[in-house]
């Protein structure tokens, strides 16, 4: 959205003329435009540009439905994605997403060098150049006269095809010699391999998905890209550690909304509702606590797990890191080690969360020139607060841990009071797709009805 408004002021439809001309198949792009770049103005200095009798509310509204008919999202999402940002920086944002990421490479360094690479891509005609001062293995391709994901040094497995966002968590995790990593839900491969060649093919890396056709295309870039350390495997990362635990590093790239890839993929801007961000928050939340119980705290040289999602919202970010923190009490956040993003946010929209949440970072399309994306580091320390008598200190009785007689420790399960709707209307849900007769919701018996 370029250009200035030289049109002179134009009429803030009232909330039923909205509706209306929704209804008639909504405004041209042009008046979008225009309508656009008024409320911007107008909410950036309210007190002196709004038209008499015209609240805040009613220009940010429609500012909303605009942003929503312009760049083709739906009402939920439009509103959420602007909640993240004030008003002109919510436009930026929204245009990024127009805009194809630069497409991007990381040299496979147990196959070659990154100067050698370029210099060989070079030759074949590819004008590249490093990604930033950041990553030593990145490298922006500006323009190729062959597809890059099929010339003779791809198929030799001398590079992976990586957004640069995805190398970000690999970074945070740092995964040192030796070590044995689990990458819980990690297909198509683009972080296992990174991890695998920072391990220099030493140690292991456990590389689970869920998805088992999913798993073909990792299999398939372990080989290519000569991982001889990586087992594949094929479980619910809930099962976690229960099939297998005592990580020394464990990272969680989570499945998400993907609301940091709508350049690559427009289908979410319609095809994300509410509901969706409530299941994918609940996984999200199931998840985090298996990767942390993955991890032993008695590692030497480790002891970490890397929380990363390619969404920018919320929901599947802070409030999911907020919540492992409150349900563990022996995990606290670190610093992630990368160079640059914006702090996560300690407070939003009425939640508080921990302070330390603004060690984690966001990375953002408008301001980063990359996929948006989300990085938390935890230290996973001991259970410390454990009696021999197998009493509850007073510590643990506030934290996620109870013991019980035998003196065992005995997880805190996910379905706590605050996700009783969200178990609630999953199990609805499952009993609808068995054909089950579905009860009626449950009206909530503790607020007492006015
Ligand atoms: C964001 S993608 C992972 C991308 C991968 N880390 C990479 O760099 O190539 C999320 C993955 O989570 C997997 N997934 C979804 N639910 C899962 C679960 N319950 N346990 C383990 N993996 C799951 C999906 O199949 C998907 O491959």
């Not at 996929?371 to 320390?381: L, P, Q, R, T």
Request: with cysteine; charged share 25%; proline share 5%.
């Amino acid at each position: 959205m370029d250009g200035e408004d030289e049109d002179g002021e134009i009429p803030l439809p009232t909330p039923e003329e909205r509706e209306q001309e929704k209804k008639s198949g909504g405004s041209d792009v042009n008046m979008l435009q225009r309508r656009m770049r008024l409320c911007v103005r107008v909410l950036g200095n309210f007190k002196k540009l709004h038209a008499k009798g015209r609240s805040r509310s009613e220009y940010l509204d429609q500012l909303i439905s605009d942003i929503g008919s312009y760049y083709g999202y739906n009402d939920f999402l439009t509103e959420k994605l602007s909640q993240l940002f004030p008003v002109a920086e919510a436009i930026e944002f929204f245009e990024a997403n127009e805009v194809a990421r630069p497409v991007t490479i990381r040299t496979n360094t147990l196959r070659t060098r990154r100067r050698d690479l370029a210099q060989t891509l070079v030759n074949r005609g590819v004008t590249l150049e490093p990604i930033g001062k950041w990553t030593n293995v990145g490298l922006q391709v500006f323009e190729s006269g062959v597809p890059i994901g099929a010339t003779p040094e791809y198929l030799a497995g001398h590079y992976m095809l990586q957004a640069a966002s995805s190398f970000l968590p690999v970074i945070a995790l740092a995964p040192q010699p030796n070590e044995r990593i689990l990458d819980m839900a990690s297909a198509p491969g683009g972080k296992t391999t990174h991890i695998a060649a920072l391990l220099q093919n030493t140690g292991v890396v456990f590389a689970n998905d869920a998805n088992q056709a999913r798993t073909k295309s990792l299999t398939a870039n372990v080989h290519r890209l000569g991982c001889k350390n990586v087992i594949v495997c094929s479980y619910d990362g809930r099962e976690f550690p229960r099939v297998i635990g005592g990580f020394d590093r464990v990272l969680l790239d989570a499945p998400c909304s993907g609301t940091g890839v709508i350049s690559k993929d427009s289908s979410v801007k319609v095809n994300k509702s509410e509901r969706d961000f409530h299941l994918l928050a609940h996984l999200q939340k199931q998840l985090i606590l298996c990767a942390i119980d993955s991890v032993s705290p008695d590692s030497k040289t480790g002891g970490y797990l890397v929380y990363s999602t390619c969404s920018v919202t919320v929901d599947e970010n802070e409030a999911v890191v907020d919540y492992a923190l409150r349900k563990r009490s022996n995990v606290k956040l670190v610093d992630t080690g990368l160079e640059f993003g914006r702090e996560g946010f300690t407070r939003f929209r009425g939640k508080i969360f921990n302070p330390s949440l603004n060690l984690t970072r966001r990375f953002y399309p408008h301001v980063h020139n990359m996929d948006g994306f989300y990085v938390a580091k935890f230290k996973v320390e001991k259970r410390t607060n454990i009696r021999a008598n197998g009493r509850v200190s007073e510590d643990t009785k506030k934290g996620a841990v109870t013991v019980d007689d035998d003196g065992e420790q005995e997880d805190v399960a996910f379905d706590s009071e605050e996700d009783r709707p969200i178990l609630e209307e999953a199990k609805r849900t499952r009993m609808k797709a068995k054909g089950l007769r579905v009860p009626p919701r449950k009206v909530d018996t503790t607020v007492a009805p006015a």
